[in-house]
């Protein structure tokens, strides 16, 4: 029988934990890098389908247009198109786009 009160295993505590984004394991730099193009790419992408999605919106005559609503909506979906590449799941395009380059 194994005496286990005398192993020389490391605590639960003291193991070092994988940060959830390191899941995929071990990448090489080029692959880092094609990783932060393609999520550029994504991230332009749906800023760019937020932004034709804004314009394709009637424009109603009740409130008037102020000059800092369109740069405030233009920031806004840049920030959010940004956010959701980086989580990297949201759209689809990111991962698709890796997968073809990395043939």
């Known amino acids: 029988?194994?005496?286990?009160?005398?192993?020389?295993?490391?605590?639960?505590?003291?193991?070092?934990?994988?940060?959830?984004?390191?899941?995929?394991?071990?990448?090489?730099?080029?692959?880092?890098?094609?990783?932060?193009?393609?999520?550029?790419?994504?991230?332009?992408?749906?800023?760019?389908?937020?932004?034709?999605?804004?314009?394709?919106?009637?424009?109603?005559g009740y409130f008037k247009q102020s000059t800092g609503k369109d740069a405030y909506n233009m920031l806004f979906d840049q920030k959010v198109a940004e956010e959701m590449a980086n989580k990297g799941k949201e759209v689809g395009l990111q991962q698709a786009l890796f997968n073809q380059l990395n043939k």
């Open 1 to 60: 029988m194994a005496d286990f009160t005398t192993s020389k295993a490391q605590p639960v505590t003291q193991i070092p934990l994988k940060r959830i984004g390191d899941v995929k394991g071990k990448e090489s730099e080029k692959e880092k890098k094609m990783r932060k193009v393609c999520a550029d790419f994504e991230s332009i992408f749906t800023y760019y389908m937020f932004k034709t999605m804004r314009q394709s919106i009637p424009q109603s």
